[in-house]
């Protein structure tokens, strides 16, 4: 089998809740999604997506997506899609760094193979634990007041895990902590992601503060070092999220005791190979993991469901279903919300169906 054509599709994701705020008065209101389609000699075709959050949050932008495949794909005609670790030596050598840009590629080529071996890519992954796994909501940086309303909200339609997005004012971020906490019922999981909004003195001053709280603290500030000297002075559960970009930040993290969970985003490690080596390293470490990406509509959702339905119960600290945000639907097939909680297809490959005339032309086409 061999890939003979690469197609890019230029998609945007206008959000059910019509904007998203988080720290920094960071926002977006529709998402640029890139719809990745790798076809092969055998009539096998695959996709992926890569849905950066804005140019302004990772080291990642939507023109820079397909920018990359311009540069990269013609080096990957003729290469066999199901040797996945081939294949990422050669986008390696093709291009160096820019790890999102491998990744709508990459993801579809796990698309070919278990389409080409008749199992779900999750069976490929490692298995499927359970029925469904966990998931999370994230709450739109808002006044305090509003954002426990939207716990409540949320956890109406069945969820039980929330991430408030903080990293504003401290005073503010004190009294939304406070004010979501205070709506919880037992079972409930609280996350007060920073996205590396505060200064270190912040930091310190904000779990201080909330002490008494139920809460996980996330990536508090932009640097490893800063939140590592938080993570020192913090009573709570600590995640990193931005600063784990590669193996060797991770293995850095456990050897420093930075961390007690970790946020894996696929198109941030470049797909699902190196997602997987990093899933199956936190396993064996004894790192719990938010399995997601920076975000993205159906066929990205159906990549998240994979990887973490097949991620051990014990080590998932949650997941998301970034196609219930959107209003776009970008395939039929994908998996759907039930109650809080997510399912990979049984299907073989990704089990989605991308809807053509949603994506309309390709921005795209290497043959």
């Not at 197609?7 to 926002?27: D, I, N, Q, T």
């Not at 395939?331 to 809080?340: Q, T």
């Amino acid at each position: 089998m061999k890939i003979t054509r690469i197609l890019a599709y230029r998609v945007e994701l206008p959000l059910h809740e019509v904007s998203y705020h988080w720290s920094g008065g960071k926002s977006v209101a529709v998402f640029d999604s890139t719809i990745v389609r790798v076809e092969t000699d055998t009539g096998h075709a695959g996709h992926g997506e890569v849905c950066p959050l804005g140019p302004f949050y990772l080291p990642a932008y939507a023109e820079g997506v397909r920018a990359g495949l311009r540069e990269l794909g013609p080096h990957l005609l003729g290469e066999d899609p199901r040797q996945l670790a081939k294949l990422n030596r050669s986008m390696d050598a093709a291009l160096k760094g820019h790890p999102y840009v491998k990744s709508g590629i990459d993801v579809a080529c796990w698309d070919i193979l278990g389409q080409a071996t008749g199992l779900p890519v999750c069976e490929l992954l490692g298995g499927r634990y359970g029925a469904d796994f966990p998931l999370y909501r994230a709450i739109s940086q808002e006044s305090p007041e509003a954002m426990a309303a939207s716990v409540v909200r949320y956890r109406a339609e069945g969820y039980r895990r929330f991430q408030l997005k903080v990293g504003g004012d401290p005073d503010v971020d004190i009294d939304r902590i406070r004010a979501v906490a205070a709506r919880l019922e037992r079972g409930d999981r609280l996350v007060a992601d920073a996205n590396t909004g505060w200064v270190q003195h912040e930091a310190v001053r904000v779990v201080k503060a909330v002490r008494e709280v139920d809460v996980a603290i996330e990536q508090p500030c932009l640097t490893y070092q800063e939140c590592l000297a938080v993570r020192r002075q913090c009573p709570h559960p600590f995640v990193l999220d931005e600063t784990i970009d590669s193996l060797d930040a991770l293995l850095r993290a456990k050897s420093d005791l930075a961390m007690d969970a970790v946020n894996l985003k696929i198109s941030k490690l470049g797909g699902l190979t190196r997602t997987q080596q990093a899933r199956d390293l936190c396993v064996s470490l004894g790192l719990a993991m938010t399995l997601e990406d920076s975000w993205g509509s159906d066929i990205a959702t159906a990549a998240i469901a994979h990887l973490a339905h097949s991620t051990p119960p014990e080590f998932l600290f949650t997941s998301t279903d970034f196609n219930s945000y959107v209003t776009v639907a970008t395939a039929d097939g994908a998996p759907r919300r039930v109650d809080g909680r997510l399912a990979a297809s049984r299907e073989p490959g990704l089990g989605v169906r991308p809807k053509l005339d949603v994506l309309g032309r390709p921005a795209l086409e290497i043959a």
